[in-house]
């Protein structure tokens, strides 16, 4: 088997690692004989479930085959994106701060992961750097962290609650993810991605909440996920990040967060065999910078994402930014021990005069994810 490192990211104020995320040394991913060495996909496959975020630098610029084979690593590709002109393969999602290079405004519409509006959300999502900007950082933050860390009352809260795509695919808002078991989240909290939320769904009091009561939980959750100190980004930069109010007055094309004020900080990274100094990881989320090469696999069950404002600045000003990514089909359907699987949502019109509309879900244990009628 192909030897590799796995190096665990490391916040400069604490010198204490990151709660997720790792670079990879010693792969060059443009070597095609790895695809065989199946022990190397398993260690590799290991190791992302247990970073969640892994980084393997200088790669060059990879084919749009190459990257799509790699993908294939972790299981069948599923691409439900556009395809731009530019991008080098059909299941290569290309994404740009050019419209004349790649799609624009990609991950800009709020904290999610991929794949929320599928019965089976995307497990993983390979993300591949041919041109990194100045400044154009894309923000993670694992849902273990986050559901550890806020009080016991809003995560059961949380846990009573069903996400409800635009176009009426119903997900638990929390679920043990299929491998390691940990709690997880499916939600996009983009204004025009989602139709709302559901409680209770499966008991006599379940019913849809009201588009008040959504806001309130949609900017609830972005709050948490939010960044407020200073976070890595790269070697003497980090952020400091500041929320802008969820609700309809907002351009959701330039939601979530701006920068606030830059300082210099450090970033530096050590060996996860570095002793007594990595056993306790500080918690997330953290800003991921990029450089040209870069690639990523990203456990996107794991981890919410948002593309920060600064992905979006002109060529002119930043540089041009290209990213090519992949997504990898689910093969775990969101469940809960606590209550059932939501097959159906039925919406209900009441025309009574001052009356609002009404909506209630039914819920089947075992069944796959349904759609809203």
Excluded at 10 to 24: D, H, I, K, Q
Excluded at 96 to 125: E, M, T, Y
Aim: hydrophobic share 35%; charged share 25%; proline share 5%.
């Amino acid at each position: 088997m192909m030897s590799f490192e796995c190096v665990p990211f490391e916040l400069p104020s604490s010198r204490r690692a990151c709660s997720f995320g790792a670079t990879v040394h010693g792969v060059d991913l443009s070597d095609e004989r790895i695809d065989d060495d199946k022990q190397f996909v398993r260690a590799m496959t290991a190791q992302l479930h247990r970073h969640k975020l892994l980084v393997f630098r200088k790669q060059g610029r990879l084919s749009g085959e190459r990257q799509v084979a790699i993908s294939r690593w972790f299981g069948e590709l599923h691409s439900t994106f556009y395809k731009h002109p530019k991008s080098p393969h059909p299941d290569i999602f290309r994404v740009s701060n050019d419209p004349r290079q790649g799609c624009i405004n990609v991950g800009r519409a709020g904290w999610h992961i991929d794949g929320s509006f599928l019965p089976a959300p995307f497990k993983l999502q390979t993300m591949h750097f041919w041109h990194a900007s100045r400044g154009g950082v894309t923000e993670f933050a694992s849902f273990s962290d986050l559901l550890q860390d806020v009080p016991q009352s809003k995560r059961d809260f949380w846990r009573r609650l069903t996400f409800i795509s635009a176009d009426g695919i119903c997900n638990p808002l929390v679920w043990l993810h299929p491998v390691t078991r940990e709690e997880c989240m499916v939600f996009h909290c983009g204004r025009s991605f989602m139709r709302g939320l559901a409680i209770d769904v499966g008991t006599e009091a379940q019913r849809e909440l009201s588009e008040e009561e959504t806001e309130q939980v949609i900017l609830d959750l972005e709050q948490q996920l939010s960044t407020r100190s200073y976070k890595m980004v790269r070697p003497g930069l980090a952020v400091r990040w500041r929320m802008i109010p969820w609700g309809k007055k907002r351009n959701n094309k330039h939601r979530a967060v701006n920068t606030d004020s830059i300082h210099n900080g450090a970033h530096t990274q050590t060996s996860q065999q570095g002793g007594a100094r990595h056993q306790k990881r500080t918690p997330s989320p953290f800003l991921q910078a990029w450089e040209d090469g870069d690639f990523a696999l990203v456990d996107n069950l794991a981890l919410a994402h948002f593309a920060t404002p600064e992905t979006q600045l002109r060529p002119d000003e930043v540089g041009l930014r290209i990213l090519h990514r992949t997504t990898v089909h689910g093969d775990g359907q969101p469940a809960t021990a606590a209550r059932p699987w939501v097959e159906q949502v039925e919406h209900h019109e009441h025309n009574t005069e001052g009356e609002h509309s009404g909506r209630t879900c039914r819920s089947t244990s075992g069944t796959a994810g349904g759609a809203l009628s």
